[in-house]
């Protein structure tokens, strides 16, 4: 066989082969994709099952919280408007029945671990009756403190701005955790009085 028979013989060989493994690699390329699209398809539904869930057990512990306030076993509570006022915090008409006993705040304040999620209630005429911590990642021992009655009770019976050390006793080595818990109380009261101001309710 000439030289240019066997160039071209050994031409044609190499380009079938790249052609195989051009193939072989689209075909594996084609399998990870489908691969990938199955295991975020799967992430995605377990994803949404367990937001939805979260979100179920998370109001069942808001609604335990504000019950815990009220020293009520089915509180009913309506979501007050706050269009136009920037506001991050909810604040809720509570009920005893048809009759209104209160007001509650679901507010976020930023402490040593994370943010704390807390329900602050108020009388009709917004004096502080409790509060309530929903979640908080505070360091246990200490300022998990924050989220116990021994620190929570202080803020019973409490209007207008706190001041940590003043109003309130700040939990020994957990500075961080009590200054949040009282800077959410501050901010939930503020926020108490906005959304009432807007819906011409009671104004202290």
Same mark, same amino acid.
């Given at each position: 066989?000439?030289?240019?028979?066997?160039?071209?013989?050994?031409?044609?060989?190499?380009?079938? &082969?790249?052609?195989?493994?051009?193939?072989?690699?689209?075909?594996?390329?084609?399998? @990870? @994709?489908?691969?990938?699209?199955?295991?975020?398809?799967?992430?995605? /539904?377990?994803?949404?099952?367990?937001?939805?869930?979260? *979100?179920?057990?998370?109001? *069942?512990?808001?609604?335990?919280?504000?019950?815990?306030? /009220?020293?009520? &076993?089915?509180?009913?509570?309506?979501?007050?408007? *706050?269009?136009?006022?920037?506001?991050?915090?909810?604040?809720?008409? #509570? %009920?005893?029945?048809?009759?209104?006993?209160? %007001?509650?705040?679901?507010?976020?304040?930023?402490?040593?671990?994370?943010?704390?999620?807390?329900?602050?209630? %108020?009388?009709?005429?917004?004096?502080?009756?409790? #509060?309530?911590? #929903?979640?908080?990642?505070?360091?246990?021992? $200490?300022?998990?403190?924050?989220?116990?009655?021994? +620190?929570? &009770?202080? +803020?019973?019976?409490?209007?207008?701005?706190?001041? @940590?050390?003043?109003?309130?006793?700040?939990?020994?080595?957990?500075?961080?955790?009590?200054? *949040?818990?009282?800077?959410?109380?501050? !901010?939930?009261?503020?926020?108490? !009085?906005?959304?009432?101001? $807007?819906?011409?309710?009671?104004?202290?």
């Amino acid at each position: 066989m000439s030289k240019e028979k066997k160039k071209t013989t050994v031409t044609k060989n190499e380009a079938g &082969s790249a052609k195989k493994n051009f193939w072989q690699a689209a075909v594996v390329g084609a399998k @990870l @994709l489908l691969i990938c699209a199955i295991v975020a398809g799967v992430v995605s /539904f377990v994803y949404a099952l367990t937001a939805e869930q979260y *979100a179920i057990n998370m109001q *069942a512990t808001k609604n335990e919280a504000i019950g815990e306030i /009220f020293g009520l &076993s089915a509180p009913k509570c309506e979501a007050l408007p *706050a269009e136009g006022l920037e506001i991050e915090e909810t604040v809720f008409k #509570v %009920y005893d029945g048809d009759t209104h006993v209160g %007001y509650c705040v679901e507010v976020k304040s930023g402490g040593f671990g994370g943010d704390i999620t807390m329900m602050v209630g %108020y009388t009709a005429d917004c004096t502080v009756l409790g #509060v309530e911590i #929903v979640s908080m990642s505070e360091t246990p021992g $200490l300022g998990s403190k924050a989220g116990e009655a021994p +620190f929570l &009770s202080q +803020f019973a019976g409490k209007t207008d701005t706190l001041t @940590l050390g003043e109003d309130v006793d700040a939990i020994s080595g957990a500075t961080i955790s009590s200054k *949040a818990v009282t800077e959410g109380v501050n !901010q939930a009261f503020q926020s108490l !009085q906005n959304v009432l101001s $807007l819906n011409g309710g009671a104004i202290r």
